[in-house]
């Protein structure tokens, strides 16, 4: 793999990110070693392929951490969301009329392109569309949610952020499946 040239500007994950951050994964990329420093922290990719696997993924999570919140209808992989240009993953919550009665749904789709990707990374994602069922905004409490489900929140959202800089630089992902 050759190293690719990095404009500046191109560091759009990471943004919000101080300068010194984005300096360093500048050098990364440009040393060719992002993909590296990344399987070296995140050997392998997580066994959850199937939307039901991931359904019972995501509820054990919930029946951890958010009890008492409202029933989960639906968790599925989607291959209609677009990383580069929409969300890691949607959190929908429907309301019908049905007679006299309001229904609710809650669903919970994610990107799939996260069926091969480390089990860190996948329970960040779904953390954070988890904790939208009890904090609607990203603030200071969304974020405190996400800490206390996943201490290490923080630092997974950051290594799957270099991880999309790594798929649109070299567009081939760095685990794989090797089952059919």
């Known amino acids: 793999m050759t190293s690719p040239v990095l404009p500046a500007w191109e560091l759009k994950y990471l943004a919000a990110y101080p300068e010194s951050t984005r300096k360093h994964v500048r050098v990364l990329v440009e040393q060719n070693r992002l993909a590296e420093v990344l399987t070296q922290k995140y050997p392998m990719e997580h066994g959850i392929k199937t939307d039901k696997a991931l359904y019972e993924f995501v509820l054990e999570l919930k029946s951890e951490y958010l009890r008492s919140s409202h029933t989960l209808n639906k968790v599925l992989f989607d291959s209609k969301i677009q990383v580069i240009k929409h969300a890691l993953g949607l959190h929908t919550t429907i309301s019908r009329v049905q007679g006299n009665k309001l229904k609710t749904k ?31 905004q990203h603030d200071k409490a969304f974020y ?6 996943e201490p290490a929140y923080h630092q997974f ?24």
């Not at 789709?109 to 091969?116: H, I, Y």
């Not at 405190?144 to 489900?149: A, E, F, I, V």
């Open 144 to 149: 405190q949610l996400c800490q206390s489900m």
């Open 106 to 136: 809650r669903e919970i789709r994610v990107a799939a392109l996260f069926k091969e990707v480390p089990v860190e990374f996948l329970r960040m994602i779904v953390v954070h569309e988890l904790a939208h069922f009890k904090e609607r």
């Open 157 to 180: 959202e950051f290594d799957l952020r270099l991880y999309l800089i790594h798929l649109e630089l070299f567009r081939t992902p760095l685990w794989q499946s090797t089952s059919l």
